[in-house]
């Protein structure tokens, strides 16, 4: 069974830090591209990052460029995210989620999500 | 930056058919798909690929894409399928970013 367990939410100040991770199980995690999405309290859904195979290529939504880094540890079947700089805007409920072995793939595997809130 | 627009809302009687449509330039061209989320859950995928259904996904849901909308069929709706919907696409156009629609909420009378 595929399972995506997220961790590292909580409170942070504006101008904070931040490190997310997300604990994969129950596939062959270094086969497929892996994708942060975030959902500000209700809104709705907002990709923030992709990170290839081997990390050899990501991508970011515009918003968070410079500011967040998308990483993976295939050794350790796990993916991060690591948030500068944070802002009131950048509180949401964090997804790590699985899409295939090339761009342009569904996001069929998703964690339960961790929450990020950004407030002094 | 590419986007996606969908209706805030759509309602349906159960057993009838919802319809939902996600509009975007050229969409015909992309590859679509399409997301359910319950309340205090994560999104499960429904359609991929405009039309192909993930196993478990009922046959009740469908999708085509054509010109410049995708819609997302629910047929003989159930009280179950209340949820909000999700159209998804990518965009190589625009730095290689991944783009979620505007979100529906559909509403099972």
């Known amino acids: 069974e595929v399972q995506l367990v997220e961790s590292g939410g909580g409170l942070v100040q504006p101008g904070g830090s931040l490190r997310l991770s997300c604990a994969a199980s129950g596939f062959t995690f270094s086969s497929y591209w892996m994708s942060w999405v975030r959902q500000a309290p209700g809104k709705g859904l907002e990709w923030v990052a992709n990170i290839k195979q081997d990390g050899s290529e990501k991508y970011y939504v515009d918003s968070v460029k410079g500011r967040f880094t998308i990483s993976r540890d295939n050794a350790k079947n796990s993916l991060y995210l690591q948030m500068n700089s944070l802002r009131a805007e950048d509180t949401a409920v964090y997804y790590c989620?699985?899409?295939?072995?090339?761009?342009?793939?569904?996001?069929?595997?998703w964690g339960q999500g961790t929450l990020v809130t950004v407030s002094s | 930056s590419y986007v996606l627009t969908q209706p805030p809302s759509v309602s349906v009687a159960p057993g009838k058919t919802a319809r939902i449509t996600c509009g975007g330039n050229n969409i015909g061209s992309k590859s679509v798909h399409w997301y359910q989320q319950k309340p205090g859950q994560a999104p499960v995928l429904v359609i991929y690929?405009?039309?192909d259904r993930p196993s478990g996904i009922p046959e009740r849901f469908s999708g085509s894409n054509s010109g410049n909308t995708a819609t997302l069929t629910i047929s003989r709706v159930e009280a179950g399928d209340e949820a909000d919907y999700y159209c998804?696409?990518?965009?190589?156009?625009?730095?290689?970013?991944?783009?979620f629609g505007t979100g529906t909420k559909v509403t099972v009378l």
């Open positions: 998804q696409v990518w965009d190589s156009s625009s730095d290689h970013q991944d783009v």
């Open positions: 989620a699985s899409f295939g072995t090339a761009l342009a793939s569904p996001f069929d595997y």
């Open positions: 690929y405009d039309s």
